[in-house]
């Protein structure tokens, strides 16, 4: 090839989630004088102002065919009767709407994939980039019809058959040359095309996750003490999350404290996203006040930034129970020098040192999850100690900067 490789980067994840976070520092730290890219998104949102800011907003394509997630509503019912026959009714037309909307993105998504060779042919697209599961399909499907070689970058464990099944197949198809997956524990799902496969980890910039560099800001909101000690956490509020654990680990602290004096403050950042049909925000506030916990928690809702969260801060907590590939939300918080406690399962089993940059238990226990948590509460040195040491193991294993690089070696190598 006699000029720069272009790359189309195709992209679902607008919010500030962990795919479009990854993907904004491959943007940010690609060398543009050896890759031109060019990406694909639903709209402009959170991910694509971060490009705005850091200037880097160029070769930018927004296509509404493109769901942020299969589940996007299309048809909204406002209908709702608190009456029991006609709440019933409204119940089975609520759950119609979404299968249309589910058959009419669907829909969206064939439309996309049959006129990509317009886009292919007038950006001269040499090869197609996958960040997300409908990146995945789409990008192999795009692909195929338009004979571009295509690199998948593969940031979930698909939790049904169905789903797994898809993904193996299309892993299979001769347009996909390259499999790079964010953990051992994701690339384990492919049992099709595993000569493709390649781990390289989540990147975070350590210098924007800087403790020094950032003012807190959830002390001052909520008014809490400096001597409280704030247990938090960040991520989507979605139930394979296992934030029910986390609140009953919260118990297990709580009744189990030795110096009952003191402060401590247990905190979740985020939200349900609009596409799930059941607020599990809803469900964890109730949960909260089931167990008489309201003194001592804070739900803060989504936040475009959780710098100033994690910086106020003493130990994060990730309660996912499900294999996690490689939580960002695990980097960002040791990049902040806090302590883990999560379970040892999937990508957090191998991003946290356990014993060294945090502590791991058996998923699904809420009550080992509880001893860990006050352990840290109760012991200052080993906190600030796993903190540390959490810290240096991003810098030496988890830098953007390095991260991009490896990941750009893998697009020059399919580029040809």
């Known amino acids: 090839m006699d000029r720069t490789p272009r790359v189309l980067f195709i992209n679902h994840s607008i919010r500030d989630g962990g795919p479009g976070k990854s993907l904004f520092y491959i943007l940010k730290f690609l060398d543009r004088k050896k890759v031109t890219p060019y990406v694909l998104i639903p709209k402009d949102d959170v991910f694509s102002e971060r490009l705005k800011s850091e200037g880097i907003y160029e070769n930018v394509i927004t296509d509404k065919r493109f769901p942020e997630n299969l589940k996007r509503p299309r048809i909204v019912s406002e209908n709702k009767s608190n009456d029991l026959a006609d709440g019933t009714v409204h119940k089975y037309y609520e759950k119609l709407l979404h299968i249309v909307s589910v058959i009419l993105n669907i829909l969206d998504l064939f439309s996309l994939i049959i006129t990509s060779p317009l886009l292919i042919r007038r950006e001269k697209i040499d090869v197609i980039y996958c960040n997300g599961t409908q990146a995945k399909v789409v990008g192999a499907l795009m692909g195929t019809l338009n004979r571009r070689p295509v690199i998948w970058h593969v940031r979930n464990i698909q939790q049904t058959r169905l789903l797994g099944g898809i993904i193996n197949r299309c892993a299979a198809l001769s347009a996909v040359k390259k499999i790079i997956c964010v953990s051992r524990a994701t690339a ?17 910039d350590v210098s924007e996750y800087d403790p020094a560099q950032t003012k807190g800001g959830i002390r001052a909101e909520y008014g809490l003490p400096a001597d409280t000690i704030i247990v938090g956490s960040t991520g989507r509020i979605v139930p394979r999350k296992g934030y029910d654990l986390f609140i009953r680990s919260a118990s297990e602290v709580l009744t189990n404290m030795k110096r009952k004096e003191k402060n401590v403050k247990f905190v979740i950042v985020g939200d349900t996203p609009y596409f799930f049909r059941d607020n599990h925000l809803i469900h964890l506030k109730n949960l909260v006040a089931e167990l008489g916990l309201d003194d001592y928690f804070i739900f803060t809702g989504f936040r475009k930034d959780v710098r100033t969260c994690l910086k106020d801060f003493d130990i994060f907590v990730i309660p996912s129970s499900y294999p996690d590939p490689f939580p960002r939300s695990v980097i960002e918080a040791m990049s902040f020098a806090l302590p883990v406690v999560g379970f040892r399962i999937g990508g957090i089993a191998e991003s946290v040192e356990d014993g060294a940059t945090g502590m791991l238990n058996e998923p699904g226990s809420a009550e080992e999850m ?8 109760e012991d200052g040195e ?18 953007a900067d390095k991260i991009a690089e490896e990941i750009q070696e893998q697009i020059l190598e399919v580029a040809g």
């Open 370 to 377: 509880g001893k860990a948590v006050l352990k840290l509460i």
């Open 382 to 399: 080993l906190r600030d100690r796993m903190g540390k040491a959490g810290r240096e193991r991003v810098k030496k294993k988890y830098s």
């Open 188 to 204: 384990a799902q492919f049992r099709r095309g595993r000569e493709k496969l390649v781990v390289i980890y989540n990147g975070i």
